[in-house]
């Protein structure tokens, strides 16, 4: 009988730390964000004044601006996303590239 009660002890107290961490990380929920201190305003400016890598002639890449990134990167002037974008997270997530280069 005492093992069973013991048994019945730990189970509840194992349900009971799941509930209570399920419970905490569901707190941790916000709205979106672009989540970059100053994003879109983020350029290469002359503090760090290079591109990452060969990023400005990669065809994909944000920083080419003759490439295909260049036409639709978020924001970006005459983009569909700056004129119908209505989300405050609407920012490229490589507004923050020139700041954190790896040189």
Do not use: E, I
Request: charged letters at 5%.
């Amino acid at each position: 009988m005492a093992k069973l009660v013991r048994d019945f002890a730990l189970g509840a107290m194992c349900v009971a730390t799941l509930a209570l961490a399920g419970a905490t990380s569901g707190l941790a929920m916000q709205n979106p964000t672009t989540g970059q201190p100053g994003a879109p305003a983020n350029t290469c400016g002359p503090d760090n004044p290079v591109t990452p890598g060969k990023s400005a002639n990669a065809p994909g890449s944000p920083f080419n601006p003759n490439g295909q990134a260049g036409a639709v990167y978020a924001g970006n002037p005459g983009t569909a996303s700056l004129a119908h974008s209505n989300s405050t997270a609407a920012v490229s997530q490589y507004d923050t590239a020139c700041v954190r280069l790896s040189h």
